[in-house]
Antibody
Framework: QVQLRESGPGLVKPSETLSLTCTVS????????WVWVRQPAGRGLEWIGR???????TYNPSLKSRVTMSADTSRNQISLRLGSVTAADTAVYYC??????????????????WGQGTTVTVSS | DIQMTQSPSSLSASVGDRVTVTCRAS??????LNWYQQKPGKAPQLLIY???SLQSGVPSRFSGSGSGTDFTLTISSLQPEDFATYYC???????????FGQGTKLQIK
């Protein structure tokens, strides 16, 4: 079955760029949207954005100026870059596969496969 | 942007109880509504998509209903493993993001 694993530095300095990678095993990234979600400790989930391997991206407007997502089909990886980080960006970061379902009224998306998450702390 | 509001924020219940969680969208999202369960230290798990379709492998005691702006997640008979936090999320394609509700923490009474 498909497995996702997030990786990257656990500590990032303020004003620097957070870079994370999601490695997908057991399946190709080619036919799905891939999502990044984050969760500060003790708080709710925040949708950061999603990327399709063709390069199509959609970002949370509140983060759009600082976020870049990309996909590398040769490595079967998804990447997240978040610039100019502050302590408010400290969170567990998850990657997930946005699965596609057909229904009576159309087509629907839902995040059916998730990585275990990786904790990123922004601190000097 | 579409805002998603869940109620209640927390809920205490006993094993065997029937429990309902509500999610309201700030504008109509048809049936583009998902429900997730999250246990402490774990990634969320998709329970329901398209407002009422049960994700594969999810027990049938979970059900979803609603369309437009008002949605519910119902657990027909609570089991010990159901004590967790539940999130709704819209997947309506109009706006540029798929907002989550703030979560409902289901605790043991």
């Amino acid at each position: 079955q498909v497995q996702l694993r997030e990786s990257g530095p656990g500590l990032v300095k303020p004003s620097e760029t957070l870079s994370l990678t999601c490695t997908v095993s057991g399946g190709s990234i080619s036919d799905y949207y891939w999502v990044w979600v984050r969760q500060p400790a003790g708080r709710g989930l925040e949708w950061i954005g999603r990327v399709y391997p063709s390069g199509t991206t959609t970002y949370n407007p509140s983060l759009k100026s600082r976020v870049t997502m990309s996909a590398d089909t040769s490595r079967n990886q998804i990447s997240l870059r978040l610039g100019s980080v502050t302590a408010a960006d400290t969170a567990v970061y998850y990657c997930a596969r946005d699965d596609f379902f057909s229904g009576l009224a159309g087509y629907y998306y839902g995040m059916a496969v998730w990585g275990q998450g990786t904790t990123v702390t922004v601190s000097s | 942007d579409i805002q998603m509001t869940q109620s209640p924020s927390s809920l205490s219940a006993s094993v065997g109880d029937r429990v309902t969680v509500t999610c309201r969208a700030s504008q109509s999202i048809s049936s583009y509504l998902n429900w997730y369960q999250q246990k402490p230290g774990k990634a969320p798990q998709l329970l329901i998509y398209a407002a009422s379709s049960l994700q594969s492998g999810v027990p049938s005691r979970f059900s979803g209903s609603g369309s437009g702006t008002d949605f519910t997640l119902t657990i027909s008979s609570l089991q010990p493993e159901d004590f967790a936090t539940y999130y709704c999320q819209h997947s309506y394609s109009g706006p540029p993001m798929y907002t989550f509700g703030q979560g409902t923490k289901l605790q043991i009474k």
